[in-house]
């Protein structure tokens, strides 16, 4: 499962940072959640049945779909085919993620929002 912190909408928050906080399963975070990315993929090793670097970020591609694993679109090397497109009618949520209907990976680089206490998000009540 990829670890991390989602938009309302479904897509993960990713970053190409070097600052990786901290791992989740072998998978490098920041300190918001978001899961830090490269597209480089020498040097890189399996954790967490995803290709990530030696330094934790997952390796990601928007290249061509070779295979599908878990339900989620690969590339020739065993990286994570992405989108960039905003979530649609047709993209549904598999192992926690939300994919597209060619089983590519929703993401975003939007940068998200720390909490700041027991009620954000919360201000309007739950109904």
Do not use: W
């Not at 901290?22 to 830090?36: D, L, R």
């Not at 954790?47 to 989620?72: Q, Y």
């Not at 994570?80 to 949520?93: C, D, G, H, L």
């Not at 926690?96 to 929002?113: A, F, G, Q």
């Amino acid at each position: 499962m990829i670890p991390g912190t989602q938009k309302a909408t479904g897509e993960l928050y990713v970053t190409d940072t070097d600052d990786v906080g901290f791992s989740s399963g072998g998978i490098g975070m920041t300190a918001n959640g978001a899961v830090c990315v490269t597209t480089t993929l020498t040097d890189s090793d399996f954790a967490n049945g995803f290709l990530v670097s030696s330094t934790g970020k997952l390796c990601i591609s928007s290249g061509a779909i070779k295979e599908l694993k878990d339900g989620i679109a690969r590339g020739n090397d065993g990286e994570v085919i992405v989108t960039y497109e905003a979530s649609s009618s047709t993209s549904i949520f598999v192992n926690r993620v939300l994919v597209s209907s060619e089983m590519k990976l929703h993401v975003t680089v939007d940068v998200p929002s720390y909490f700041t206490s027991f009620n954000d998000g919360f201000s309007n009540g739950f109904g």
